[in-house]
Nanobody, 127 residues
Framework: QVQLVESGGGLVQAGDSLRLSCAAS????????VGWFRQAPGKERDIVAA????????YYADSGKGRFTVSRDNAVKTVYLQMNSLKPEDTAVYYC????????????????????WGQGTRVTVSS
């Protein structure tokens, strides 16, 4: 069983940066792939980025390519999402999720592939 807690959200202006953190407890964190998702009001929860068990493989949705960077530090059981050049359309609640993986470079990109979810952190980008 893995518990996830997101932090780092807030209110920023367009063009600013934020770094979200996803701290895990329980389980062997290096056995889990992690994804970042976001959900804007009235919209579905969509993938933002994903990272493999060993951090060697990453995935980015088109919305964040070139602006977002996902990374992890298994020693401190934390995954980060660095978000630069934020836009008003990035406004959403951001969630991290984890699932057990099969091999070091495994990651997942769909909500139904993930087992454990955090409570979310809100990001608001003003224009």
């Amino acid at each position: 069983q893995v518990q996830l807690v997101e932090s780092g959200g807030g209110l920023v202006q367009a063009g600013d940066s934020l770094r979200l953190s996803c701290a895990a407890s329980g389980g062997t964190f290096s056995n889990y792939a992690v994804g970042w998702f976001r959900q804007a009001p009235g919209k579905e929860r969509d993938i933002v980025a994903a990272i493999s068990l060993n951090g060697g493989s990453t995935y980015y949705a088109d919305s964040g390519k070139g602006r977002f960077t996902v990374s992890r530090d298994n020693a401190v059981k934390t995954v980060y999402l660095q978000m630069n050049s934020l836009k008003p359309e990035d406004t959403a609640v951001y969630y991290c999720a984890a699932r057990a993986g099969y091999f070091g470079t495994y990651y997942a990109t769909h909500t139904n592939q993930y087992t454990f979810w955090g409570q979310g952190t809100r990001v608001t980008v003003s224009s």
